[in-house]
């Protein structure tokens, strides 16, 4: 079974559509454990992407910054579409998202929460590989 083919994948792209970014990074992880080729980092760059995005809305912005740049840099390989989705995309919704938190230099900024009409979706194509 391939990556787009696993309804986990679809499960967890809806899941994260909706917003419940915990449980989608429970089953990107089953799917990464499984995972023992170059996908391992592509699950990983999501996962992050979903938990960073989970500490933004729970206000853990220390961890949210944290796991977004991990979210960047593991997802950063990949090109504009990959495994179906809109990865340039979401790549610059995600960073959008995340501006007003990333503007602040240093120390743990205050009074910056996340803003959910700039909150990202996953966008999948099946067709695309």
């Known amino acids: 079974m391939?990556?787009?083919?696993?309804p986990r994948f679809s499960e967890a792209i809806e899941l994260?559509?909706?917003?419940e970014f915990f449980a989608c990074h429970d089953v990107l992880e089953e799917l990464w454990s499984e995972t023992?080729?170059?996908s391992r980092e592509?699950?990983?760059?999501l996962i992050h992407a979903a938990v960073a995005l989970f500490h933004f809305s729970e206000g853990n912005l220390g961890g949210a910054r944290k796991m977004h740049d991990s979210a960047v840099?593991?997802?950063?390989?990949?090109?504009?579409?990959?495994?179906?989705l809109e990865l340039r995309r979401f790549?610059?919704?995600?960073?959008?998202?995340?501006?007003?938190l990333l503007?602040?230099?240093s120390g743990y900024p205050q009074g910056v929460?996340?803003?959910?009409?700039?909150?990202?979706?996953?966008?999948?194509?099946?067709?695309?590989s």
């Open 2 to 6: 391939t990556v787009m083919t696993d």
């Open 16 to 19: 994260f559509n909706a917003q």
């Open 36 to 38: 023992l080729d170059e």
């Open 42 to 45: 592509f699950y990983q760059g």
């Open 73 to 84: 840099r593991y997802l950063a390989p990949y090109g504009d579409t990959c495994r179906g």
């Open 91 to 100: 790549r610059v919704e995600f960073d959008h998202c995340f501006e007003e």
């Open 103 to 105: 503007q602040v230099s």
């Open 113 to 128: 929460a996340i803003d959910p009409q700039r909150i990202p979706l996953l966008i999948f194509h099946p067709s695309r």
